[in-house]
């Protein structure tokens, strides 16, 4: 195998590790953002694993980010919960340094 070829591979493999790297980083900025709501929305134990849980799978199947902060907002409102939608982003974004830092990822 050429230098070219060991190179390429090298960036394959960087490349591959990277999108892994950013898919856990999501799904556990997810499970944070998810666990902080269920507090706020007054679940805890098992009630708030579950609404954590299936905001992650939300995030996984359908829009993204978006979607999440759309979700939570709505459960908000329904329960008269005053944060709004840039008080959400703002905890996603602080979640999203947590996670990198719980899995030693650098952004």
Do not use: P
């Amino acid at each position: 195998m050429s230098g070219f070829d060991d190179r390429e591979k090298n960036f394959e493999r960087k490349f591959e590790h990277d999108q892994e790297l950013d898919f856990k980083v999501r799904s556990r900025r997810r499970k944070l953002l998810g666990l902080w709501a269920a507090q706020q929305l007054g679940l805890a134990g098992a009630e708030a694993e579950d609404y954590a849980n299936g905001l992650a799978a939300l995030g996984l199947h359908r829009g993204g980010d978006e979607e999440e902060v759309e979700h939570i907002a709505r459960d908000f409102a329904a329960k008269g919960v005053s944060h709004d939608r840039a008080r959400i982003k703002l905890e996603a974004e602080q979640f999203d340094r947590e996670a990198r830092k719980q899995l030693g990822a650098t952004k």
